[in-house]
């Protein structure tokens, strides 16, 4: 069976169809070449020889996936791992849990001082972290006597954080109140309402409030050099990684590699829950 020639007039078709789409899709295009290709860089440059990383060479002439390898034996770094996921899992567990009952009472009830409450909460999330970090540390570190270790971080957690607590209260201003009443109505307590009821229709919310306090805490460079820094084996892989340059300031394929592993979970992260996040964050700004 032989296959007929694509004709001239619909190879010129195509031709024009893919330029078209090109030329509609250019700044798209660039702007994620913009972000992408730094990240490419690093990658590339990460499976380099030392000698190489040092020349202007954009594609490695040998593969050097041990790199990774020797990242991971550095002392220190497989401990900054697991502290990273700590701090970062144990403090997006906590924020949940404890936002969604505010959000849900500042969405649903009804009740004096309930926009006063809201301003609060929209105040706090105006107020830098850098006004309070003196008192926070002096009471962190003298009162309680927990320097040198990621508790001062993790332990606030547990109270809520005004931006997740603004971010869910918009998202449950999107669920109509009329599943809430149906559900009082045939005997729901509060509780039970807003675990079987809210809850499961509040996923993408939630969703998008986890990734968001996920990426701080995994990004975090400031609380841990201000409350962990005496203590090495208390860093997190975003303070760590200064010390992991300057100990390996001539050799950038392992300090490339190892921001790729920096890297590596975040974006991991954001893929798996790319639809979720971003359904999230669109409906929280549908109803203010």
């Known amino acids: 069976m032989t296959v007929s020639p694509t004709p001239p007039a619909a190879r010129t078709a195509r031709r024009k169809a893919l330029l078209r789409w090109i030329a509609v899709h250019s700044l ?6 913009f972000f992408v290709l730094p990240f490419v860089f690093v990658v590339l440059t990460s499976l380099m020889s030392d000698q190489q990383a040092l020349t202007r060479d954009l594609t490695p002439d040998t593969w050097h996936f041990e790199n990774y390898t020797k990242v991971f034996e550095t002392p220190g770094f497989l401990t900054w791992w697991k ?4 701090y970062a899992g144990l403090g997006t567990v906590l924020v949940v849990v404890s936002s969604i009952p505010v959000a849900y009472a500042l969405a649903k009830f009804r009740f004096r001082g309930r926009h006063l409450s809201l301003l609060l909460v929209i105040s706090m999330m105006m107020l830098p972290p850098q006004v309070v970090i003196i008192p926070m540390y002096l009471f962190w570190a003298k009162q309680m006597d927990l320097s040198g270790s990621l508790w001062p971080l993790i332990i606030p957690l547990a109270f809520g954080d ?3 607590v603004f971010l869910l209260r918009q998202f449950l201003l999107t669920i109509p109140d009329e599943y809430v009443e149906a559900a009082r109505i045939d005997g729901c307590g509060e509780l039970r309402t807003l675990l079987r009821i809210v809850l499961p229709m509040a996923k993408p919310g939630i969703a998008a409030v986890a990734l968001f306090q996920f990426f701080y805490c995994w990004n975090d460079y400031f609380g841990p050099q201000i409350y962990a820094s005496e203590n090495p084996a208390a860093w997190t892989l975003s303070y ?4 992991f340059k300057g100990a390996h300031h001539t050799d950038w394929n392992l300090t490339m590699a190892a921001t790729v592993l920096v890297m590596a979970p ?3 992260v954001f893929f ?3 639809k979720a996040f971003v359904e999230g964050v669109t409906l929280t700004g549908v109803k203010g």
Do not use: H, K, P, Y
């Open 272 to 274: 798996f829950a790319q």
């Open 83 to 86: 502290n990273s996921l700590l």
């Open 240 to 243: 760590g990684l200064e010390s």
């Open 266 to 268: 975040v974006i991991l």
């Open 28 to 33: 798209g295009i660039a702007a994620a070449l």
């Open 162 to 164: 005004a931006f997740a």
